[in-house]
């Protein structure tokens, strides 16, 4: 079992910047790929982000590239999103899971366990 608490959400202007935290705890030493998804009022649960365990390859969704980082640190079992260059559509719940898979999926089914998710309102 693997535990995800998400935290560093919050409310931000249009074109402003935060930094989403994922903490692991819990049987962490298991190699995983984690991932970044968010859920929009009245839209499905879509892919954000992922990286593998050594944090050599990432994958990101369209919608993001170029804004989002995502990134690792295993020594404090954290996984990390920086957003950048805020917009009104990225408003959702972002949620951070993890995979024992070496592959990156975008399919949240590929995911076995998931935070509780954080809320991230952009705002005009």
């Known amino acids: 079992q693997v535990q995800l608490v998400e935290s560093g959400g919050g409310l931000v202007q249009a074109g402003g910047s935060l930094r989403l935290s994922c903490a692991a705890s819990?049987?962490?030493?298991?190699?995983?790929?984690m991932g970044w998804f968010r859920q929009g009022p009245g839209k499905e649960r879509e892919f954000v982000a992922g990286?593998?365990?050594?944090?050599?390859?990432?994958a990101y969704a369209d919608s993001v590239k170029g804004r989002f980082t995502i990134s690792r640190d295993n020594a404090k079992n954290t996984a990390y999103l920086q957003m950048n260059s805020l917009r009104l559509e990225d408003t959702a719940i972002y949620y951070c899971?993890?995979?024992?898979?070496?592959?990156?999926?975008?399919?949240?089914?590929?995911?076995?366990?998931w935070g509780q998710g954080t809320q991230v309102t952009v705002s005009s």
């Open positions: 819990g049987r962490t030493s298991s190699r995983y790929v």
């Open positions: 990286i593998s365990w050594s944090g050599g390859r990432t």
């Open positions: 899971a993890t995979s024992a898979s070496r592959n990156i999926y975008s399919d949240p089914k590929g995911y076995a366990y």
